[in-house]
DNA sequence: AAGACGAAAGTGGTTGA
DNA sequence: TCAACAACTTTCGTCTT
C-alpha cells in the first residue's frame, strides 16, 4: 500500500509533490493522487468556542475515524478557576458547556450509527480498509459541520463512500453504491457533489482504467485482454476520445474491443451488463475507438487466425 | 435465432444567460 | 431560475453471422 514512488505511475513523470497536511502524493503532471497516507489530516482542531479561538490545539494522538469517538473525547475543561471570573461569563461558560455537551452527544449518537452503517456497506461492496477509513472521515467531517441536516443519513454515508472510493481509485458506480445501501442513484450523486464541495475535498475525475481490472474478471477476460485495453485507453485519451464521456462506457468498449483483439469475444451486452451500460453507449464508444484509432486491423488479423 | 447496428425519442444533469 | 445542450438510455426495426 505504501511503496516508495519516485516515479507516477500513470504518466511516469517525476514531478511528484508531497502535501504533507493531506498526506498525499500528488503528480503534477496528471493529477493522480499516487500515494494517500491518510494519516496525518492537516487541521483537525476540536474546539467548539469560537470566542476562545485563541487556544486552538492541536491533537497529537493517532485517530481512527472508524471509531465514533476516534477515541478521544471532547469537553470544555473543568478545571478552569472558575473563581476568577465575573458572574456572566460564568454564567456563558456554563451555557456553553451545556451546549457543547448536548451538540457532541448528538454527533456522537449519529456517527455510530452512521458507522456501522458504512461497515456494512463497505463490506458489502468488498472495499479496502484505506478507504473505508477515508470514508468515515469524510463522513466525520461532514457531521460536524452540520451538511447532514435535511438529507438522510444513508445518502450522506453513501457519498462518503463513494467520494473515497473515487479517492482511492478504486471506483465503484453510482449504481453499485445505490443497490448496496438501498438509496436512490440520484440522490447519492446529489449528496456526493454536495459534500465534496462544501468540504472542499478535491476529486480528479475518475480515469476508465480503474474500472478495467474489476470488469475484466466479471468477465473471466485473460491477463493480455486486460493490458491490452488498458493501452487501448491510454491512447484514446491521446485522442481526446475521454473527456466529457462517461469513464465506465468508456473502459466497456475498450474491454470489447480488447477482447475482440485477441479473440475472446464477449457480447455488447455481456460487457454492458458488468459495466453498468448500455449496448448503445458501447458501440458509440466503440466506432469512436475503431474510427481514430484504427485497429481495424488488429481485429481483422485474429479474424484470420481463428479460421485456420 | 442471436447478436450487432443505427435511428429516433425520452431522461436527468450541467451550463450559461 | 430557466432554457439550451450534451451524454446516455430506451425502444425498435433492420442487417449480419
Same mark, same amino acid.
Given at each position: 500500500?505504501?511503496?516508495?514512488?519516485?516515479?507516477?505511475?500513470?504518466?511516469?513523470?517525476?514531478?511528484?509533490?508531497?502535501?504533507?497536511?493531506?498526506?498525499?502524493?500528488?503528480?503534477?503532471?496528471?493529477?493522480?493522487?499516487?500515494?494517500?497516507?491518510?494519516?496525518?489530516?492537516?487541521?483537525?482542531?476540536?474546539?467548539?468556542?469560537?470566542?476562545?479561538?485563541?487556544?486552538?490545539?492541536?491533537?497529537?494522538?493517532?485517530?481512527?475515524?472508524?471509531?465514533?469517538?476516534?477515541?478521544?473525547?471532547?469537553?470544555?475543561?473543568?478545571?478552569?478557576?472558575?473563581?476568577?471570573?465575573?458572574?456572566?461569563?460564568?454564567?456563558?461558560?456554563?451555557?456553553?458547556?451545556?451546549?457543547?455537551?448536548?451538540?457532541?452527544?448528538?454527533?456522537?449518537?449519529?456517527?455510530?450509527?452512521?458507522?456501522?452503517?458504512?461497515?456494512?456497506?463497505?463490506?458489502?461492496?468488498?472495499?479496502?480498509?484505506?478507504?473505508?477509513?477515508? #470514508? &468515515?472521515?469524510? @463522513?466525520?467531517? $461532514?457531521?460536524?459541520? /452540520?451538511?447532514? %441536516?435535511?438529507?438522510?443519513?444513508?445518502?450522506? +454515508? =453513501?457519498?462518503?463512500?463513494?467520494?473515497?472510493?473515487?479517492?482511492?481509485?478504486?471506483?465503484?458506480?453510482?449504481?453499485?453504491?445505490?443497490?448496496?445501501?438501498?438509496?436512490?442513484?440520484?440522490?447519492?450523486?446529489?449528496?456526493?457533489?454536495?459534500?465534496?464541495?462544501?468540504?472542499?475535498?478535491?476529486?480528479?475525475?475518475?480515469?476508465?482504467?480503474?474500472?478495467?481490472?474489476?470488469?475484466?474478471?466479471?468477465?473471466?477476460?485473460?491477463?493480455?485482454?486486460?493490458?491490452?485495453?488498458?493501452?487501448?485507453?491510454?491512447?484514446?485519451?491521446?485522442?481526446?476520445?475521454?473527456?466529457?464521456?462517461?469513464?465506465?462506457?468508456?473502459? #466497456? &468498449?475498450?474491454? @470489447?474491443?480488447? $477482447?475482440?483483439?485477441? /479473440?475472446?469475444? %464477449?457480447?455488447?451486452?455481456?460487457?454492458?451488463? +458488468? =459495466?453498468?451500460?448500455?449496448?448503445?453507449?458501447?458501440?458509440?464508444?466503440?466506432?469512436?475507438?475503431?474510427?481514430?484509432?484504427?485497429?481495424?486491423?488488429?481485429?481483422?488479423?485474429?479474424?484470420?487466425?481463428?479460421?485456420?
Amino acid at each position: 500500500m505504501s511503496d516508495f514512488v519516485k516515479k507516477c505511475p500513470e504518466c511516469g513523470g517525476i514531478n511528484l509533490f508531497w502535501n504533507k497536511e493531506k498526506g498525499e502524493i500528488i503528480c503534477r503532471d496528471c493529477g493522480l493522487v499516487v500515494e494517500d497516507k491518510m494519516v496525518d489530516f492537516g487541521q483537525e482542531w476540536r474546539e467548539f468556542d469560537s470566542d476562545s479561538g485563541d487556544s486552538r490545539r492541536r491533537v497529537g494522538a493517532p485517530m481512527t475515524y472508524t471509531q465514533y469517538d476516534q477515541g478521544l473525547g471532547t469537553e470544555v475543561g473543568m478545571k478552569a478557576d472558575l473563581s476568577r471570573l465575573e458572574n456572566k461569563s460564568r454564567n456563558k461558560f456554563f451555557r456553553l458547556r451545556k451546549w457543547q455537551y448536548r451538540i457532541s452527544t448528538a454527533i456522537e449518537r449519529n456517527l455510530k450509527l452512521a458507522l456501522s452503517e458504512l461497515k456494512r456497506i463497505s463490506s458489502y461492496l468488498k472495499l479496502p480498509k484505506s478507504v473505508e477509513e477515508e #470514508a &468515515a472521515r469524510i @463522513y466525520t467531517l $461532514a457531521v460536524q459541520r /452540520g451538511l447532514v %441536516r435535511g438529507r438522510s443519513m444513508e445518502s450522506v +454515508v =453513501a457519498g462518503a463512500l463513494y467520494a473515497a472510493c473515487r479517492r482511492h481509485e478504486v471506483p465503484r458506480t453510482l449504481d453499485e453504491l445505490a443497490e448496496a445501501s438501498g438509496n436512490e442513484k440520484k440522490e447519492i450523486g446529489r449528496t456526493y457533489r454536495f459534500v465534496t464541495r462544501e468540504l472542499g475535498i478535491s476529486i480528479m475525475p475518475s480515469n476508465p482504467a480503474d474500472y478495467i481490472p474489476r470488469f475484466a474478471s466479471a468477465l473471466k477476460l485473460s491477463a493480455e485482454t486486460q493490458s491490452k485495453s488498458i493501452e487501448i485507453l491510454e491512447r484514446a485519451q491521446k485522442s481526446e476520445l475521454t473527456s466529457g464521456r462517461g469513464p465506465t462506457g468508456i473502459a #466497456a &468498449a475498450a474491454l @470489447y474491443v480488447a $477482447a475482440l483483439i485477441y /479473440g475472446e469475444k %464477449r457480447t455488447q451486452r455481456e460487457v454492458a451488463d +458488468v =459495466a453498468g451500460v448500455t449496448e448503445v453507449t458501447i458501440r458509440n464508444r466503440y466506432k469512436e475507438l475503431l474510427d481514430k484509432l484504427q485497429l481495424e486491423k488488429e481485429i481483422k488479423k485474429t479474424k484470420k487466425k481463428v479460421k485456420e
